[in-house]
Nanobody
Framework: QVQLVESGGGSVQPGGSLRLSCEASEFTFGSYHMNWVRQAPGKGPEWLSAIVPGGDRTRYVDSVKGRFTVSRDNAKNTLYLQMTSLKPEDTALYYC????????????WGKGTLVTVSS
């Protein structure tokens, strides 16, 4: 059964940084597109970023471009999200979501890791 386990969330002041990780197992991680999605309190899910299997192409929602960087280490079956210049509106539960073999379509979700940005 596909497993995705996020970590690295926490509380940080505005302007701070965090690095999220997502450890994947029970599937061939290096063959799949991967996504990050977040859900802020009281709001619906927001897709943030995606990366192709080889890691050489990435996509971002406009609100995080230039601040967040997605990457992956296929040898470690791990997806990352480096977040900088964090803002209070970045407060959310952050999910790692498996994409497809040939596109970014999302199927399996992790349980999420909470990021709180507050002074």
């Amino acid at each position: 059964q596909v497993q995705l386990v996020e970590s690295g969330g926490g509380s940080v002041q505005p302007g701070g940084s965090l690095r999220l990780s997502c450890e994947a197992s029970e599937f061939t991680f290096g063959s799949y597109h991967m996504n990050w999605v977040r859900q802020a309190p009281g709001k619906g899910p927001e897709w943030l970023s995606a990366i192709v299997p080889g890691g050489d192409r990435t996509r971002y929602v406009d609100s995080v471009k230039g601040r967040f960087t997605v990457s992956r280490d296929n040898a470690k079956n791990t997806l990352y999200l480096q977040m900088t210049s964090l803002k209070p509106e970045d407060t959310a539960l952050y999910y790692c979501v498996r994409g497809g073999l040939v596109d970014y379509g999302m199927d399996y979700w992790g349980k999420g890791t909470l990021v709180t940005v507050s002074s």
